[in-house]
Nanobody, 115 residues
Framework: QVQLVESGGGLVQFGGSLRLSCTAS????????MGWYRQAPGKQRESVAT???????YYANSVKGRFTISRDNTKNTVYLQLNNLKPEDTAVYYC?????????WGQGTQVTVSS
């Protein structure tokens, strides 16, 4: 069983920054890619960024150049640095173990950007 615990969300002004963290329990972390997703009210969950086991990264066009995903396998933690935040970034952000048959998700952390 794997548990994912996110933290770091909050309320921030337009143009501000936040750093999200997601720490995984269990022994799967270093064997799988990790992803950050978000879901805004009334919208479908969407991929924001993913990172492979060897550190290759992929970003949604809407966040490219503003968000940075990274991982620390010694701490079983994946990070998402959010810079130059916009009101349209407001959503619940979730971390996810990529391509794992058990489809692990965290509980989510709220990010709210005021204009």
């Amino acid at each position: 069983q794997v548990q994912l615990v996110e933290s770091g969300g909050g309320l921030v002004q337009f143009g501000g920054s936040l750093r999200l963290s997601c720490t995984a329990s269990g022994r799967v972390f270093s064997f799988y890619g990790m992803g950050w997703y978000r879901q805004a009210p009334g919208k479908q969950r969407e991929s924001v960024a993913t990172i492979t086991t060897v550190g290759n990264t992929y970003y949604a066009n809407s966040v490219k150049g503003r968000f940075t995903i990274s991982r620390d396998n010694t701490k079983n933690t994946v990070y998402l640095q959010l810079n130059n935040l916009k009101p349209e970034d407001t959503a619940v952000y979730y971390c996810h173990v990529e391509n794992h048959p058990s489809d692990y998700w965290g509980q989510g952390t709220q990010v709210t950007v005021s204009s």
